[in-house]
């Protein structure tokens, strides 16, 4: 077996590429909101029950008053499997939302992932290998989330993966 690399690309919501949070109002570089198009913005949940912001991960949203609310937006975050072999890609990670996180999808594909309605604590979830939706090149991760309040949020505390590299000629 061979030793796996890092899969390069995959961050927590609200950081920059050095992984260190944003202050609020900031678009975060790696998360894209896909309908409106818009980069994510990262947002402060203040005093609330919400899962406090970190030095290495925020919560984000379409603006950063955490609005518009009553709606669903899917956030997708991109990244590079070019030169690691797909099949053996794994990915693991946790989230949060305000409300309702209904989903992840690898490449447009809904994985049937422990959803998460709680905004207190994290849900783990793994993407495992062997997972078919996995392509070479350019990969896409998307998290759904539908508001049903005051103010919405998604956190993505943590996110990693492995892939053993294509072996050179």
């Not at 590429?17 to 202050?23: A, F, N, Q």
């Not at 925020?58 to 990244?79: E, K, L």
């Not at 999808?105 to 939706?133: C, E, K, V």
């Not at 996995?134 to 998290?143: M, S």
């Amino acid at each position: 077996m061979c030793s796996s690399d890092l899969i390069p690309g995959l961050f927590p919501t609200g950081v920059d590429d050095s992984v260190t949070g944003l202050p609020s109002g900031a678009p975060d570089p790696h998360y894209a909101i896909l309908d409106p198009a818009q980069d994510a913005i990262t947002i402060d949940p203040g005093s609330g029950s919400w899962i406090r912001n970190t030095t290495h991960d925020r919560w984000v949203w379409q603006m950063a008053n955490g609005t518009p609310v009553n709606v669903t937006r899917t956030f997708r975050i991109t990244f590079s499997l070019a030169g690691l072999i797909p099949s053996t890609a794994s990915i693991s990670g946790t989230w949060a939302s305000d409300n309702l996180g209904v989903g992840i999808a690898l490449n447009g594909h809904d994985l049937g992932m422990p959803t998460t309605n709680q905004f207190r604590a994290f849900t783990p979830f793994t993407i495992p290998a062997g997972t078919p939706q996995f392509v070479p090149g350019i990969n896409t991760l998307d998290f759904t989330v539908t508001d049903q309040g005051l103010v919405a949020g998604l956190l993505v505390g943590s996110l990693s993966g492995t892939a053993e590299p294509i072996a050179a000629p």
